[in-house]
């Protein structure tokens, strides 16, 4: 998979692509990312890449010229499954679009940032919106961050065996249940014996009991 990221920030987007999991993906060779800076395609003398909003009121807009460049450029060289736009006004995430997208070649994922961007670029060229969250970001990347993290890890061959994202919470709308490691008891807080007895069916069943148990306690509105 191929995810290219246009930014007005693009240093914010190094650092979490270049380690644990984003990082072996990238140098096996299953997942490219790569960032673009809309700035790259201002025509401007002062590279500027927003403007005032028309009507009136605080905070600028990013224009349309410099990122419908970036795209069109990007368009040239390959077709892309979805453009996706990151907005506190979009679909919220859920592990469910994960999925979905962790199955696409190519996606150009859009940051906004101040107010955002002119509203035609979404009209014309965006082909889904994402939400992280009830709350507002200062800008897209962190956004970004966190969905290309849940789609890389998704893509096959990305996790092994021991990190299968076939046990995570979510995957079938429950919970992961509790885990453990060495000692067996710290303090006098022991681990449940039935991890500590061998009977991988019995731990196995403990473990769906705790998964449900969970999401009863924590996420009931999952279980309906
Ligand atoms: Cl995708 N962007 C911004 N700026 N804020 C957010 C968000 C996205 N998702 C939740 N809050």
Same mark, same amino acid.
């Given at each position: 998979?191929?995810? /290219?990221?246009?930014?007005?920030?693009?240093?914010?987007?190094?650092?979490?692509?270049?380690?644990?999991?984003?990082?072996?993906?990238?140098?096996?060779?299953?997942?490219?990312?790569?960032?673009?800076?809309?700035?790259?395609?201002?025509?401007?003398?002062?590279?500027?890449?927003?403007?005032?909003?028309?009507?009136?009121?605080?905070?600028? &807009?990013?224009?349309?010229?410099?990122? &419908?460049?970036?795209?069109?450029?990007?368009? +040239?060289?390959?077709?892309?499954?979805?453009?996706?736009?990151?907005?506190?006004? *979009?679909?919220?995430?859920?592990?469910?679009?994960?999925?979905?997208? !962790?199955?696409?070649?190519?996606?150009?994922?859009?940051?906004?940032?101040?107010?955002?961007?002119?509203?035609?670029?979404?009209?014309?060229?965006?082909?889904?919106?994402? !939400?992280?969250?009830?709350?507002?970001? +200062?800008?897209?990347?962190?956004? @970004?961050?966190?969905? &290309?993290?849940?789609? *890389?890890?998704?893509?096959?061959?990305?996790?092994?065996?021991?990190? +299968? @994202?076939?046990?995570?919470?979510?995957?079938?709308?429950?919970? @992961?249940?509790?885990?453990?490691?060495?000692?067996?008891?710290?303090?006098?807080?022991?681990?449940?014996?039935?991890?500590?007895?061998?009977?991988?069916?019995?731990?196995?069943?403990?473990? /769906?009991?705790?998964?449900?148990?969970?999401?009863? @306690?924590?996420?009931? /509105?999952?279980?309906?």
């Amino acid at each position: 998979m191929r995810i /290219d990221i246009l930014s007005a920030v693009p240093s914010l987007l190094e650092s979490p692509f270049s380690h644990s999991i984003m990082r072996r993906a990238q140098e096996k060779g299953i997942l490219e990312i790569h960032s673009h800076d809309i700035r790259d395609y201002s025509n401007h003398k002062q590279k500027s890449i927003d403007d005032y909003q028309f009507g009136g009121g605080a905070g600028m &807009v990013l224009m349309i010229e410099p990122i &419908v460049a970036a795209i069109e450029k990007l368009q +040239s060289e390959r077709q892309y499954d979805e453009i996706i736009y990151l907005t506190p006004d *979009g679909t919220q995430l859920k592990q469910s679009i994960c999925n979905q997208l !962790s199955l696409k070649n190519n996606l150009l994922l859009i940051c906004g940032h101040y107010k955002g961007i002119d509203q035609r670029i979404r009209e014309h060229f965006i082909t889904m919106e994402i !939400s992280i969250g009830d709350y507002v970001l +200062s800008g897209g990347e962190l956004a @970004a961050a966190v969905l &290309v993290d849940a789609i *890389g890890r998704l893509i096959p061959q990305v996790l092994n065996d021991e990190t +299968s @994202a076939l046990f995570d919470s979510f995957q079938d709308n429950l919970l @992961a249940p509790p885990v453990y490691t060495r000692p067996a008891e710290f303090r006098g807080w022991k681990v449940p014996d039935i991890l500590l007895s061998g009977h991988t069916q019995k731990i196995e069943e403990w473990r /769906d009991e705790q998964s449900f148990l969970r999401t009863q @306690a924590r996420r009931p /509105d999952l279980l309906k």
